[in-house]
């Protein structure tokens, strides 16, 4: 989907939805340790994420992303509401997204697969934990799941 060319490599697009700056920073450190190339981006709230997400204002020449890990304690509006508006959206609808978040309440849990998540995930407690998150992700979803292309 949207692997970029970075020094002759290819390399998987992650883009992190959260409004946690620590637990941005604790994913790429756990990304920047895995054995797929990757490119890990960024946004704190849905405006962002869906201006990245279809390229526009200050993010028309972002990569369209492998893989979005989607918060779903955002500002302004849920993680679910930006959820359901992409897996209603034809061109974004094909994104995997994993909600990665802190709530392992049942309603988030059926809501988010009600709402076409491809996974959930809840959020670690100890810092070192977001390293086997990031490991598992890269395994299966950056490594053995076969991502549609781009323009699918």
Do not use: C, H
Not at 93 to 105: E, F, Y
Request: cysteine-free.
């Amino acid at each position: 989907m949207g692997t970029i060319d970075v020094n002759g490599s290819n390399v998987a697009v992650i883009l992190v939805v959260d409004q946690s700056a620590g637990d941005v920073r604790l994913l790429e450190e756990a990304f920047a340790d895995g054995s797929v190339a990757n490119a890990v981006y960024a946004v704190s709230d849905s405006p962002e994420a869906l201006a990245f997400l279809r390229q526009e204002g200050d993010y028309e020449d972002a990569p369209s992303p492998d893989l979005v890990l989607l918060d779903l304690g955002l500002p302004s509006r849920d993680g679910g509401g930006l959820l359901a508006e992409l897996k209603t959206d034809p061109e974004l609808r094909p994104t995997p997204v994993i909600v990665l978040t802190g709530s392992d309440a049942e309603e988030d849990i059926l809501r988010s697969y009600d709402l076409n998540a491809n996974a959930y995930i809840r959020k670690p407690v100890e810092p070192e934990d977001f390293l086997t998150i990031a490991r598992a992700i890269e395994d299966f979803w950056l490594a053995l799941v076969e991502l549609p292309p781009d323009g699918e």
